[in-house]
């Protein structure tokens, strides 16, 4: 048996290009169609039928009065020529379907993918369907380089943020409205709160439960005051969740719960609203710089982010204006993310 990966001999290697005159005349046993289906005359098809022969050896058809069978050679390479067809195409098939996506990864804090970015991504994706955004939610400060990361959301002090920043955080609490009618335990005033529960996200380093509300307690002089109890949560959004089922009170941030506020699930009991001196900002990884797709995405958060500013003006009713806290000098050190 002959090696497989021995090359013949030039002049014993199948003359490809004489196949298709072969292909069409044995599909139509004519050479006369295979000649108009190719643009060929009959008697360039018989010539190539010819040649072809002469290269194999052996007759491929039988020439009968006005119509051509084929030979038993002929029928072997008329199945070889089938099968090698049906499986280029198949390849060509996989080829244009393996074609990778137009892919952007992005990072940023749960409470932001969940509350924020989520309800606003289809916007992005109905005018850029050829885009796959892929988010990864982590509290994580993600190396994004090492990550494979196009795009990132820093939730961090806004003295220290660096690229444009989406907003500055602002936060005052807020319940549901159930909750705030409650006759039994009134909402109204911020010293009420102590009859109430506390919904309260886990900090890392073993951080007061209360230090999301330490910038809106000091706003209110309330510094120290203790709740009836707690709801402890791992993830903002869950307790977000729980206070619009009513179950306690949330240090509301904004402009992540603006919609919420806006929809008339949440409410914010008392007037005034705290600068949290923390912001989300964007930024792209040193490859994504050269993604069309990933300078986008970030032109598009920071255009939606404009959009939510303006919307967020008094959303959170009955307030309608905030008091903010003095803003901090800008400081040199980097402050740890908080989980949002």
């Known amino acids: 048996m002959q090696d497989r990966n021995v090359k ?15 292909e069409a005349a044995a599909r139509r046993l004519s050479f006369t169609e295979a000649g108009a ?15 072809l022969e002469a290269a194999l050896g052996t007759p491929l058809f039988e020439r009968r009065h006005r119509s051509l069978v084929l030979t038993e050679a002929g029928a072997v390479m008329q199945r070889a020529v089938n099968d090698s067809l049906e499986r280029l195409n198949d390849a060509a098939a996989r080829v244009r379907t393996a074609t990778p996506m137009r892919q952007v990864a992005i990072t940023c804090t749960a409470g932001f993918a969940s509350l ?15 885009v796959d955004v892929r988010i990864s939610a982590t509290s994580e400060m993600l190396d994004l380089e090492r990550s494979h990361i ?3 959301v820093r939730f961090v002090a806004a003295s220290v943020g660096v690229g444009p920043q989406l907003f500055e955080e602002e936060v005052q609490p807020m319940c549901s409205p159930a909750l705030l009618r409650d006759p039994r335990r009134p909402l109204k005033t911020p010293a009420d709160m102590v009859h109430h ?14 230090v999301d509300w330490e910038p809106w307690f000091r706003l209110m002089g309330l510094e120290g ?10 993830q903002y959004a869950d307790a977000v969740g729980a206070a619009v089922a009513g179950q306690g009170i949330v240090i509301g941030r904004l402009p992540l719960l603006a919609d919420l506020v806006k929809e008339g699930r949440l409410v914010a009991p008392f007037r005034g609203a705290a600068f ?15 993604n069309a797709d990933a300078r986008d995405f970030r032109d598009w958060l920071v255009a939606e982010a404009e959009q939510a500013r303006a919307k967020a003006a008094g959303a959170a009713a009955p307030a309608k204006a905030s008091t903010a806290l003095p803003r901090p000098a800008a400081r040199t050190s980097r402050a740890r993310p908080r989980s949002a």
Request: avoid cysteine; proline fraction near 7%.
């Open 37 to 51: 289906e190719l643009f060929l005359s009959q008697s360039a098809v018989s010539r190539q039928i010819q040649q």
């Open 197 to 210: 529960t506390l919904l309260a996200v886990e900090m890392p380093g073993g951080e007061a439960l209360t």
């Open 225 to 234: 005051v203790q709740m009836a109890q707690s709801m402890r949560f791992t």
């Open 8 to 22: 013949l001999p030039r002049s014993q290697r199948l003359p490809l290009e004489l196949l298709p005159a072969f």
């Open 150 to 152: 196009d795009v990132a």
């Open 116 to 130: 924020w970015l989520i309800p606003r991504l289809a916007r992005f994706t109905a005018s850029h369907p050829q």
């Open 276 to 290: 949290s001196r923390r912001g989300y900002f964007v930024t792209l990884s040193k490859r994504a710089e050269a």
